[in-house]
C-alpha cells in the first residue's frame, strides 16, 4: 500500500516555484559577489560566520555545520581563503586532530568591502519587492521551516519573527 502524502496541485506548484526561485536568488547572489568582489558566495559566507564567532575562530567540524556542508567541502574552501590571506588554519588546543578556521585581518577587510554591494544586492532582489507584511511572514516562514529541519541553524534572534 502506498502511504505516500503526495502534494496537491497547487503545493506542487508553490514547491516548484520555492525551489526555483532559491536556486535563481543563490546564482543572483554569488553573480553580484563574484562579479564585484571576486568571491564565491560560499566563500563570502563563511567569512560572515567566522566575523561573528568569538575570536573570528571557530573549529572547523562546528564551522561546516553552521555552514551545512561536508567537512572535505568546506576543508577545500578554507584551502583557498588561506591561499588569498583570508583565513589561518590552526592546530585545536585541546584536540590534536581537530583544526581551527580564523579570520585574518585581511579576511574581515575583504568581507567589509565586499558586504556593502552584498547588502544592496539582497535588498534590492529581495526586500525591496516585499511588502513589511510579507517580510514578516517570510521571516516566520523561514524560522519554522529550519526549526523543522534543525533546530540548532535557527538563530536565537530569529525565532522572535514568529
Not at 567540524?61 to 577545500?76: C, I, K, P, V
Not at 556593502?116 to 511588502?131: I, N, Q, S
Amino acid at each position: 500500500m502506498d502511504d505516500t502524502r503526495w502534494l496537491t496541485d497547487a503545493e506542487r506548484d508553490v514547491w516548484r516555484t520555492f525551489i526555483t526561485m532559491v536556486g535563481a536568488f543563490g546564482d543572483h547572489l554569488d553573480k553580484q559577489l563574484q562579479r564585484d568582489s571576486a568571491m564565491p558566495y560560499t566563500y563570502y559566507e563563511i567569512l560572515v560566520v567566522l566575523s561573528h564567532a568569538p575570536g573570528r575562530a571557530l573549529r572547523m567540524s562546528e564551522l561546516a555545520g553552521l555552514r551545512g556542508a561536508s567537512r572535505s567541502r568546506l576543508s577545500h574552501a578554507v584551502s583557498r581563503l588561506e591561499e588569498a590571506g583570508w583565513v589561518e588554519r590552526r592546530e585545536c588546543p585541546t584536540d590534536k586532530r581537530g583544526s581551527i578556521a580564523v579570520l585574518t585581518d585581511e579576511g574581515f577587510a575583504a568581507l567589509a568591502a565586499a558586504a556593502p554591494g552584498h547588502v544592496t544586492t539582497v535588498r534590492e532582489a529581495l526586500f525591496d519587492r516585499l511588502t513589511p507584511e510579507q517580510v514578516a511572514v517570510l521571516g516566520q516562514i523561514s524560522v519554522a521551516v529550519l526549526d523543522g529541519l534543525d533546530p540548532d541553524k535557527c538563530l536565537p534572534g530569529n525565532r522572535e519573527l514568529g
